[in-house]
């Protein structure tokens, strides 16, 4: 019984931590053009604003 | 200096006015401090805005804004006197010093007070955001150049008749300081709702540093960055709306009369900020409900005063109810406009289907994942940032203290399906419940973090995923500062901060600004679309009219019909000196979130078919990325014409 309830945790932590990592993985995935703009506008930015 | 200045004196006498009331409420000294401090700020706001509301349409300006702010102040001395200041003090001190020997601790408040500093001194900002550009801002600015509060019909803007409990405060600023007065002091609901989140972990039974957490995931929330250095409304009511949530929750332990007089009366101020708190206000029926069945057979402490918190709240917005029945035929106007008004446009209709994947239950379900995981493809944008509210939310199911939040996840479930079903699917509404959520999260993320002790193949991806968030996070929140800080600190010009920061359409800064500087006392000039953004002058304006009848637009979804020759008879007579017109504007709603200028055609106002073909001949004699002026006797010469 003990064995079950502490495997039981296990799984469920185990779960929690998937589902983090799901959402995560998705969410950049799925929004990667987002960020390639992003990231090459704000780059143009800090580069024009140390004067390169 | 002048803002700040004018901040920390509305501050201190929100918090002097109210902390009287609530210690009247809270006679037994239950409330912790700081569930006192912010019911204080919230509960005083409220003098202050009905005081505006009766007293502006009559004088809006030094004199009775100054006078009032001075009433206010002796006022408020009483209840400042009775505060703990001292007991403040030492908290401050015991935290400082906790904080030393606790590196999550000093974390915490170090990340809550750089985001909030930083977000508050975004205000200083010029304004550039379209809401408050077209009417949270606009609107006060009509007011204080006419001298009193007005309704102006002829910009046929719906949201014109809303409810202005917080727009008052923006008047306040506007008479006795500036815009960023005013953005400052919408910023400092911010404050409350994050306190508001934290003290909702408290009040169910958490340690103090799992609040903070809760605290700082309500401000660093994308929409709440963006809106605390603004004069939007949403992180307004949110404030309320978190404190609704623990105004009840006094009532339900004690069933007091005043605690229930509190909940009415913050529910209430809530649908005054944002008609969606009615919205909030259905979310608690079933609630209430559930509560009074159980008292019922029980002690019988609630039965006895639960009418008081629904009445207070109602009669909170009888006056507006009274105003827009007398106005419009329907007290609750735009909302049930096919209700109270049949034969009537419904101005509000069909917003429902404007976001979102579409209105079928697993839709609904799938609701959250797709404005979290996939914002920019169906909702309106990054409005959340990262996804650690759904990464984190669904975690509250590892901790063992899980059943107690059931009453609260009652009403997030309620105010959700009727954002889903019945609003427009914006996801920034649903930051006015985001409080409650980030207490949610906080608790699930240290739920799941207890549990990944001393398990090191589940503990690294767990720090990896989060570390991931919180830096994007963090750019997020480092962009706003970049785009705002300077223009907020005087280190750019406000011309050059609107020349390079994105905003929907543009704020027309220096067409606006051009027109401010030229037009002469008594002198108009006409608009060709009926938002006259902030920075133009508001009352010279002609806003895209030539009927005498500007309320038609309650009437009719399409304007009367008028030639050619009677509106150029029209604005012949009117002759203003200048015509303002949109050009294009610019949509950042694609995949990439870059932005994309549409040209504005004839077709797209009221007049454009009479005006395109003229300001077409003509060279502006100023002129944006998105709007255009031109002299008003070029384009009457050529209107001339076009008749002959």
Redo the contacts between chains.
Sequence with gaps: MQIDKSGK??L???L??A???A??T??YT??V??Y???IST?GR?FLTLVGL | MLSLVFVLATTIIFIGLGVSIVRFVDRDDLLPEGERIGLAFLVGCIPVSFAIYLIGPWRLDEISMGGLAVVFALLALPGLKTMPWRRYILAIRREACAATNDKWLALLWATAITVTASSLIQGLAPPNDFDSLMYHLALPRYDVELGYMSIPWDRELVQFLFPGFSINFSRLALVLADSGAAQMIHGLFGIIAALGSAMLVRKLGYEHRIALLAAVLFLVIRAVIWQMATVETDVTFAAYGIFTVLAYFSWNKEGSAPQAFLFGLLLGAGILIKLTGFVLAVSYAPLILFHIAKDLMGPKHLVRTVWIGPLTALAVITPHLIKMTILTGNPLFPLLNPLFNPDKPDLIGGLETLNGTGMGLFDLLSAPWNFSVLPMHYFDGMVLGTPYLLALCPLLLLDPGRRRWLPVLSIVLIFYVIWFYKLSQQVRFLVQIAPIMTAVAAVGATALWKRTEGMVLLKAPLVLVLVIMAINQLMFIGAYAGIRLPAALGLVSAATFHEKTPAMGGAYYKTCTYIAENLKPGERYFASFSWIFYYCPQVPAIANTVSEDTKWWLDSMTPPAISRQEFVESIIAADPKYFITAVSFSSRRNLSGKTETIKLGASDSRFGKYLLPVFGQLKPVSEGRYSAVYDGKEVITLLRKKVN
């Design positions: 945790r296990l469920f932590t185990a929690a931590v589902w983090c990592f959402v995560a998705a969410y799925f929004n053009a987002y390639t703009e992003k704000f930015f």
